[in-house]
């Protein structure tokens, strides 16, 4: 299955921060754009398969730093 979603890369210093507006609390962050987006999608991907398998999902314990789906939509 392939999911599409969108996502926004925007620059903080030194650092790209990824977050994607149709899955609140699905965040990523690297020094590059493509660092940040994989974490983005490494993310969307552990929420998708949490609220798949039943488990309701709280953005308070996600932490974007280590986290970060595959196939991004440019």
Not at 20 to 28: L, S, T
Request: charged content about 20%.
């Amino acid at each position: 299955m392939r999911n599409e979603f969108t996502a926004v890369v925007e620059r903080d210093g030194y650092w790209y921060i990824a977050y994607c507006p149709e899955i609140p609390g699905a965040n990523g962050q690297g020094k590059t754009t493509a660092t940040a987006l994989k974490s983005l999608a490494d993310a969307i991907d552990l929420i998708l398969r949490e609220v798949r398998a039943g488990n309701p999902f709280n953005a308070r314990f996600v932490d974007a730093g280590s986290l970060a789906v595959h196939n991004l939509a440019r």
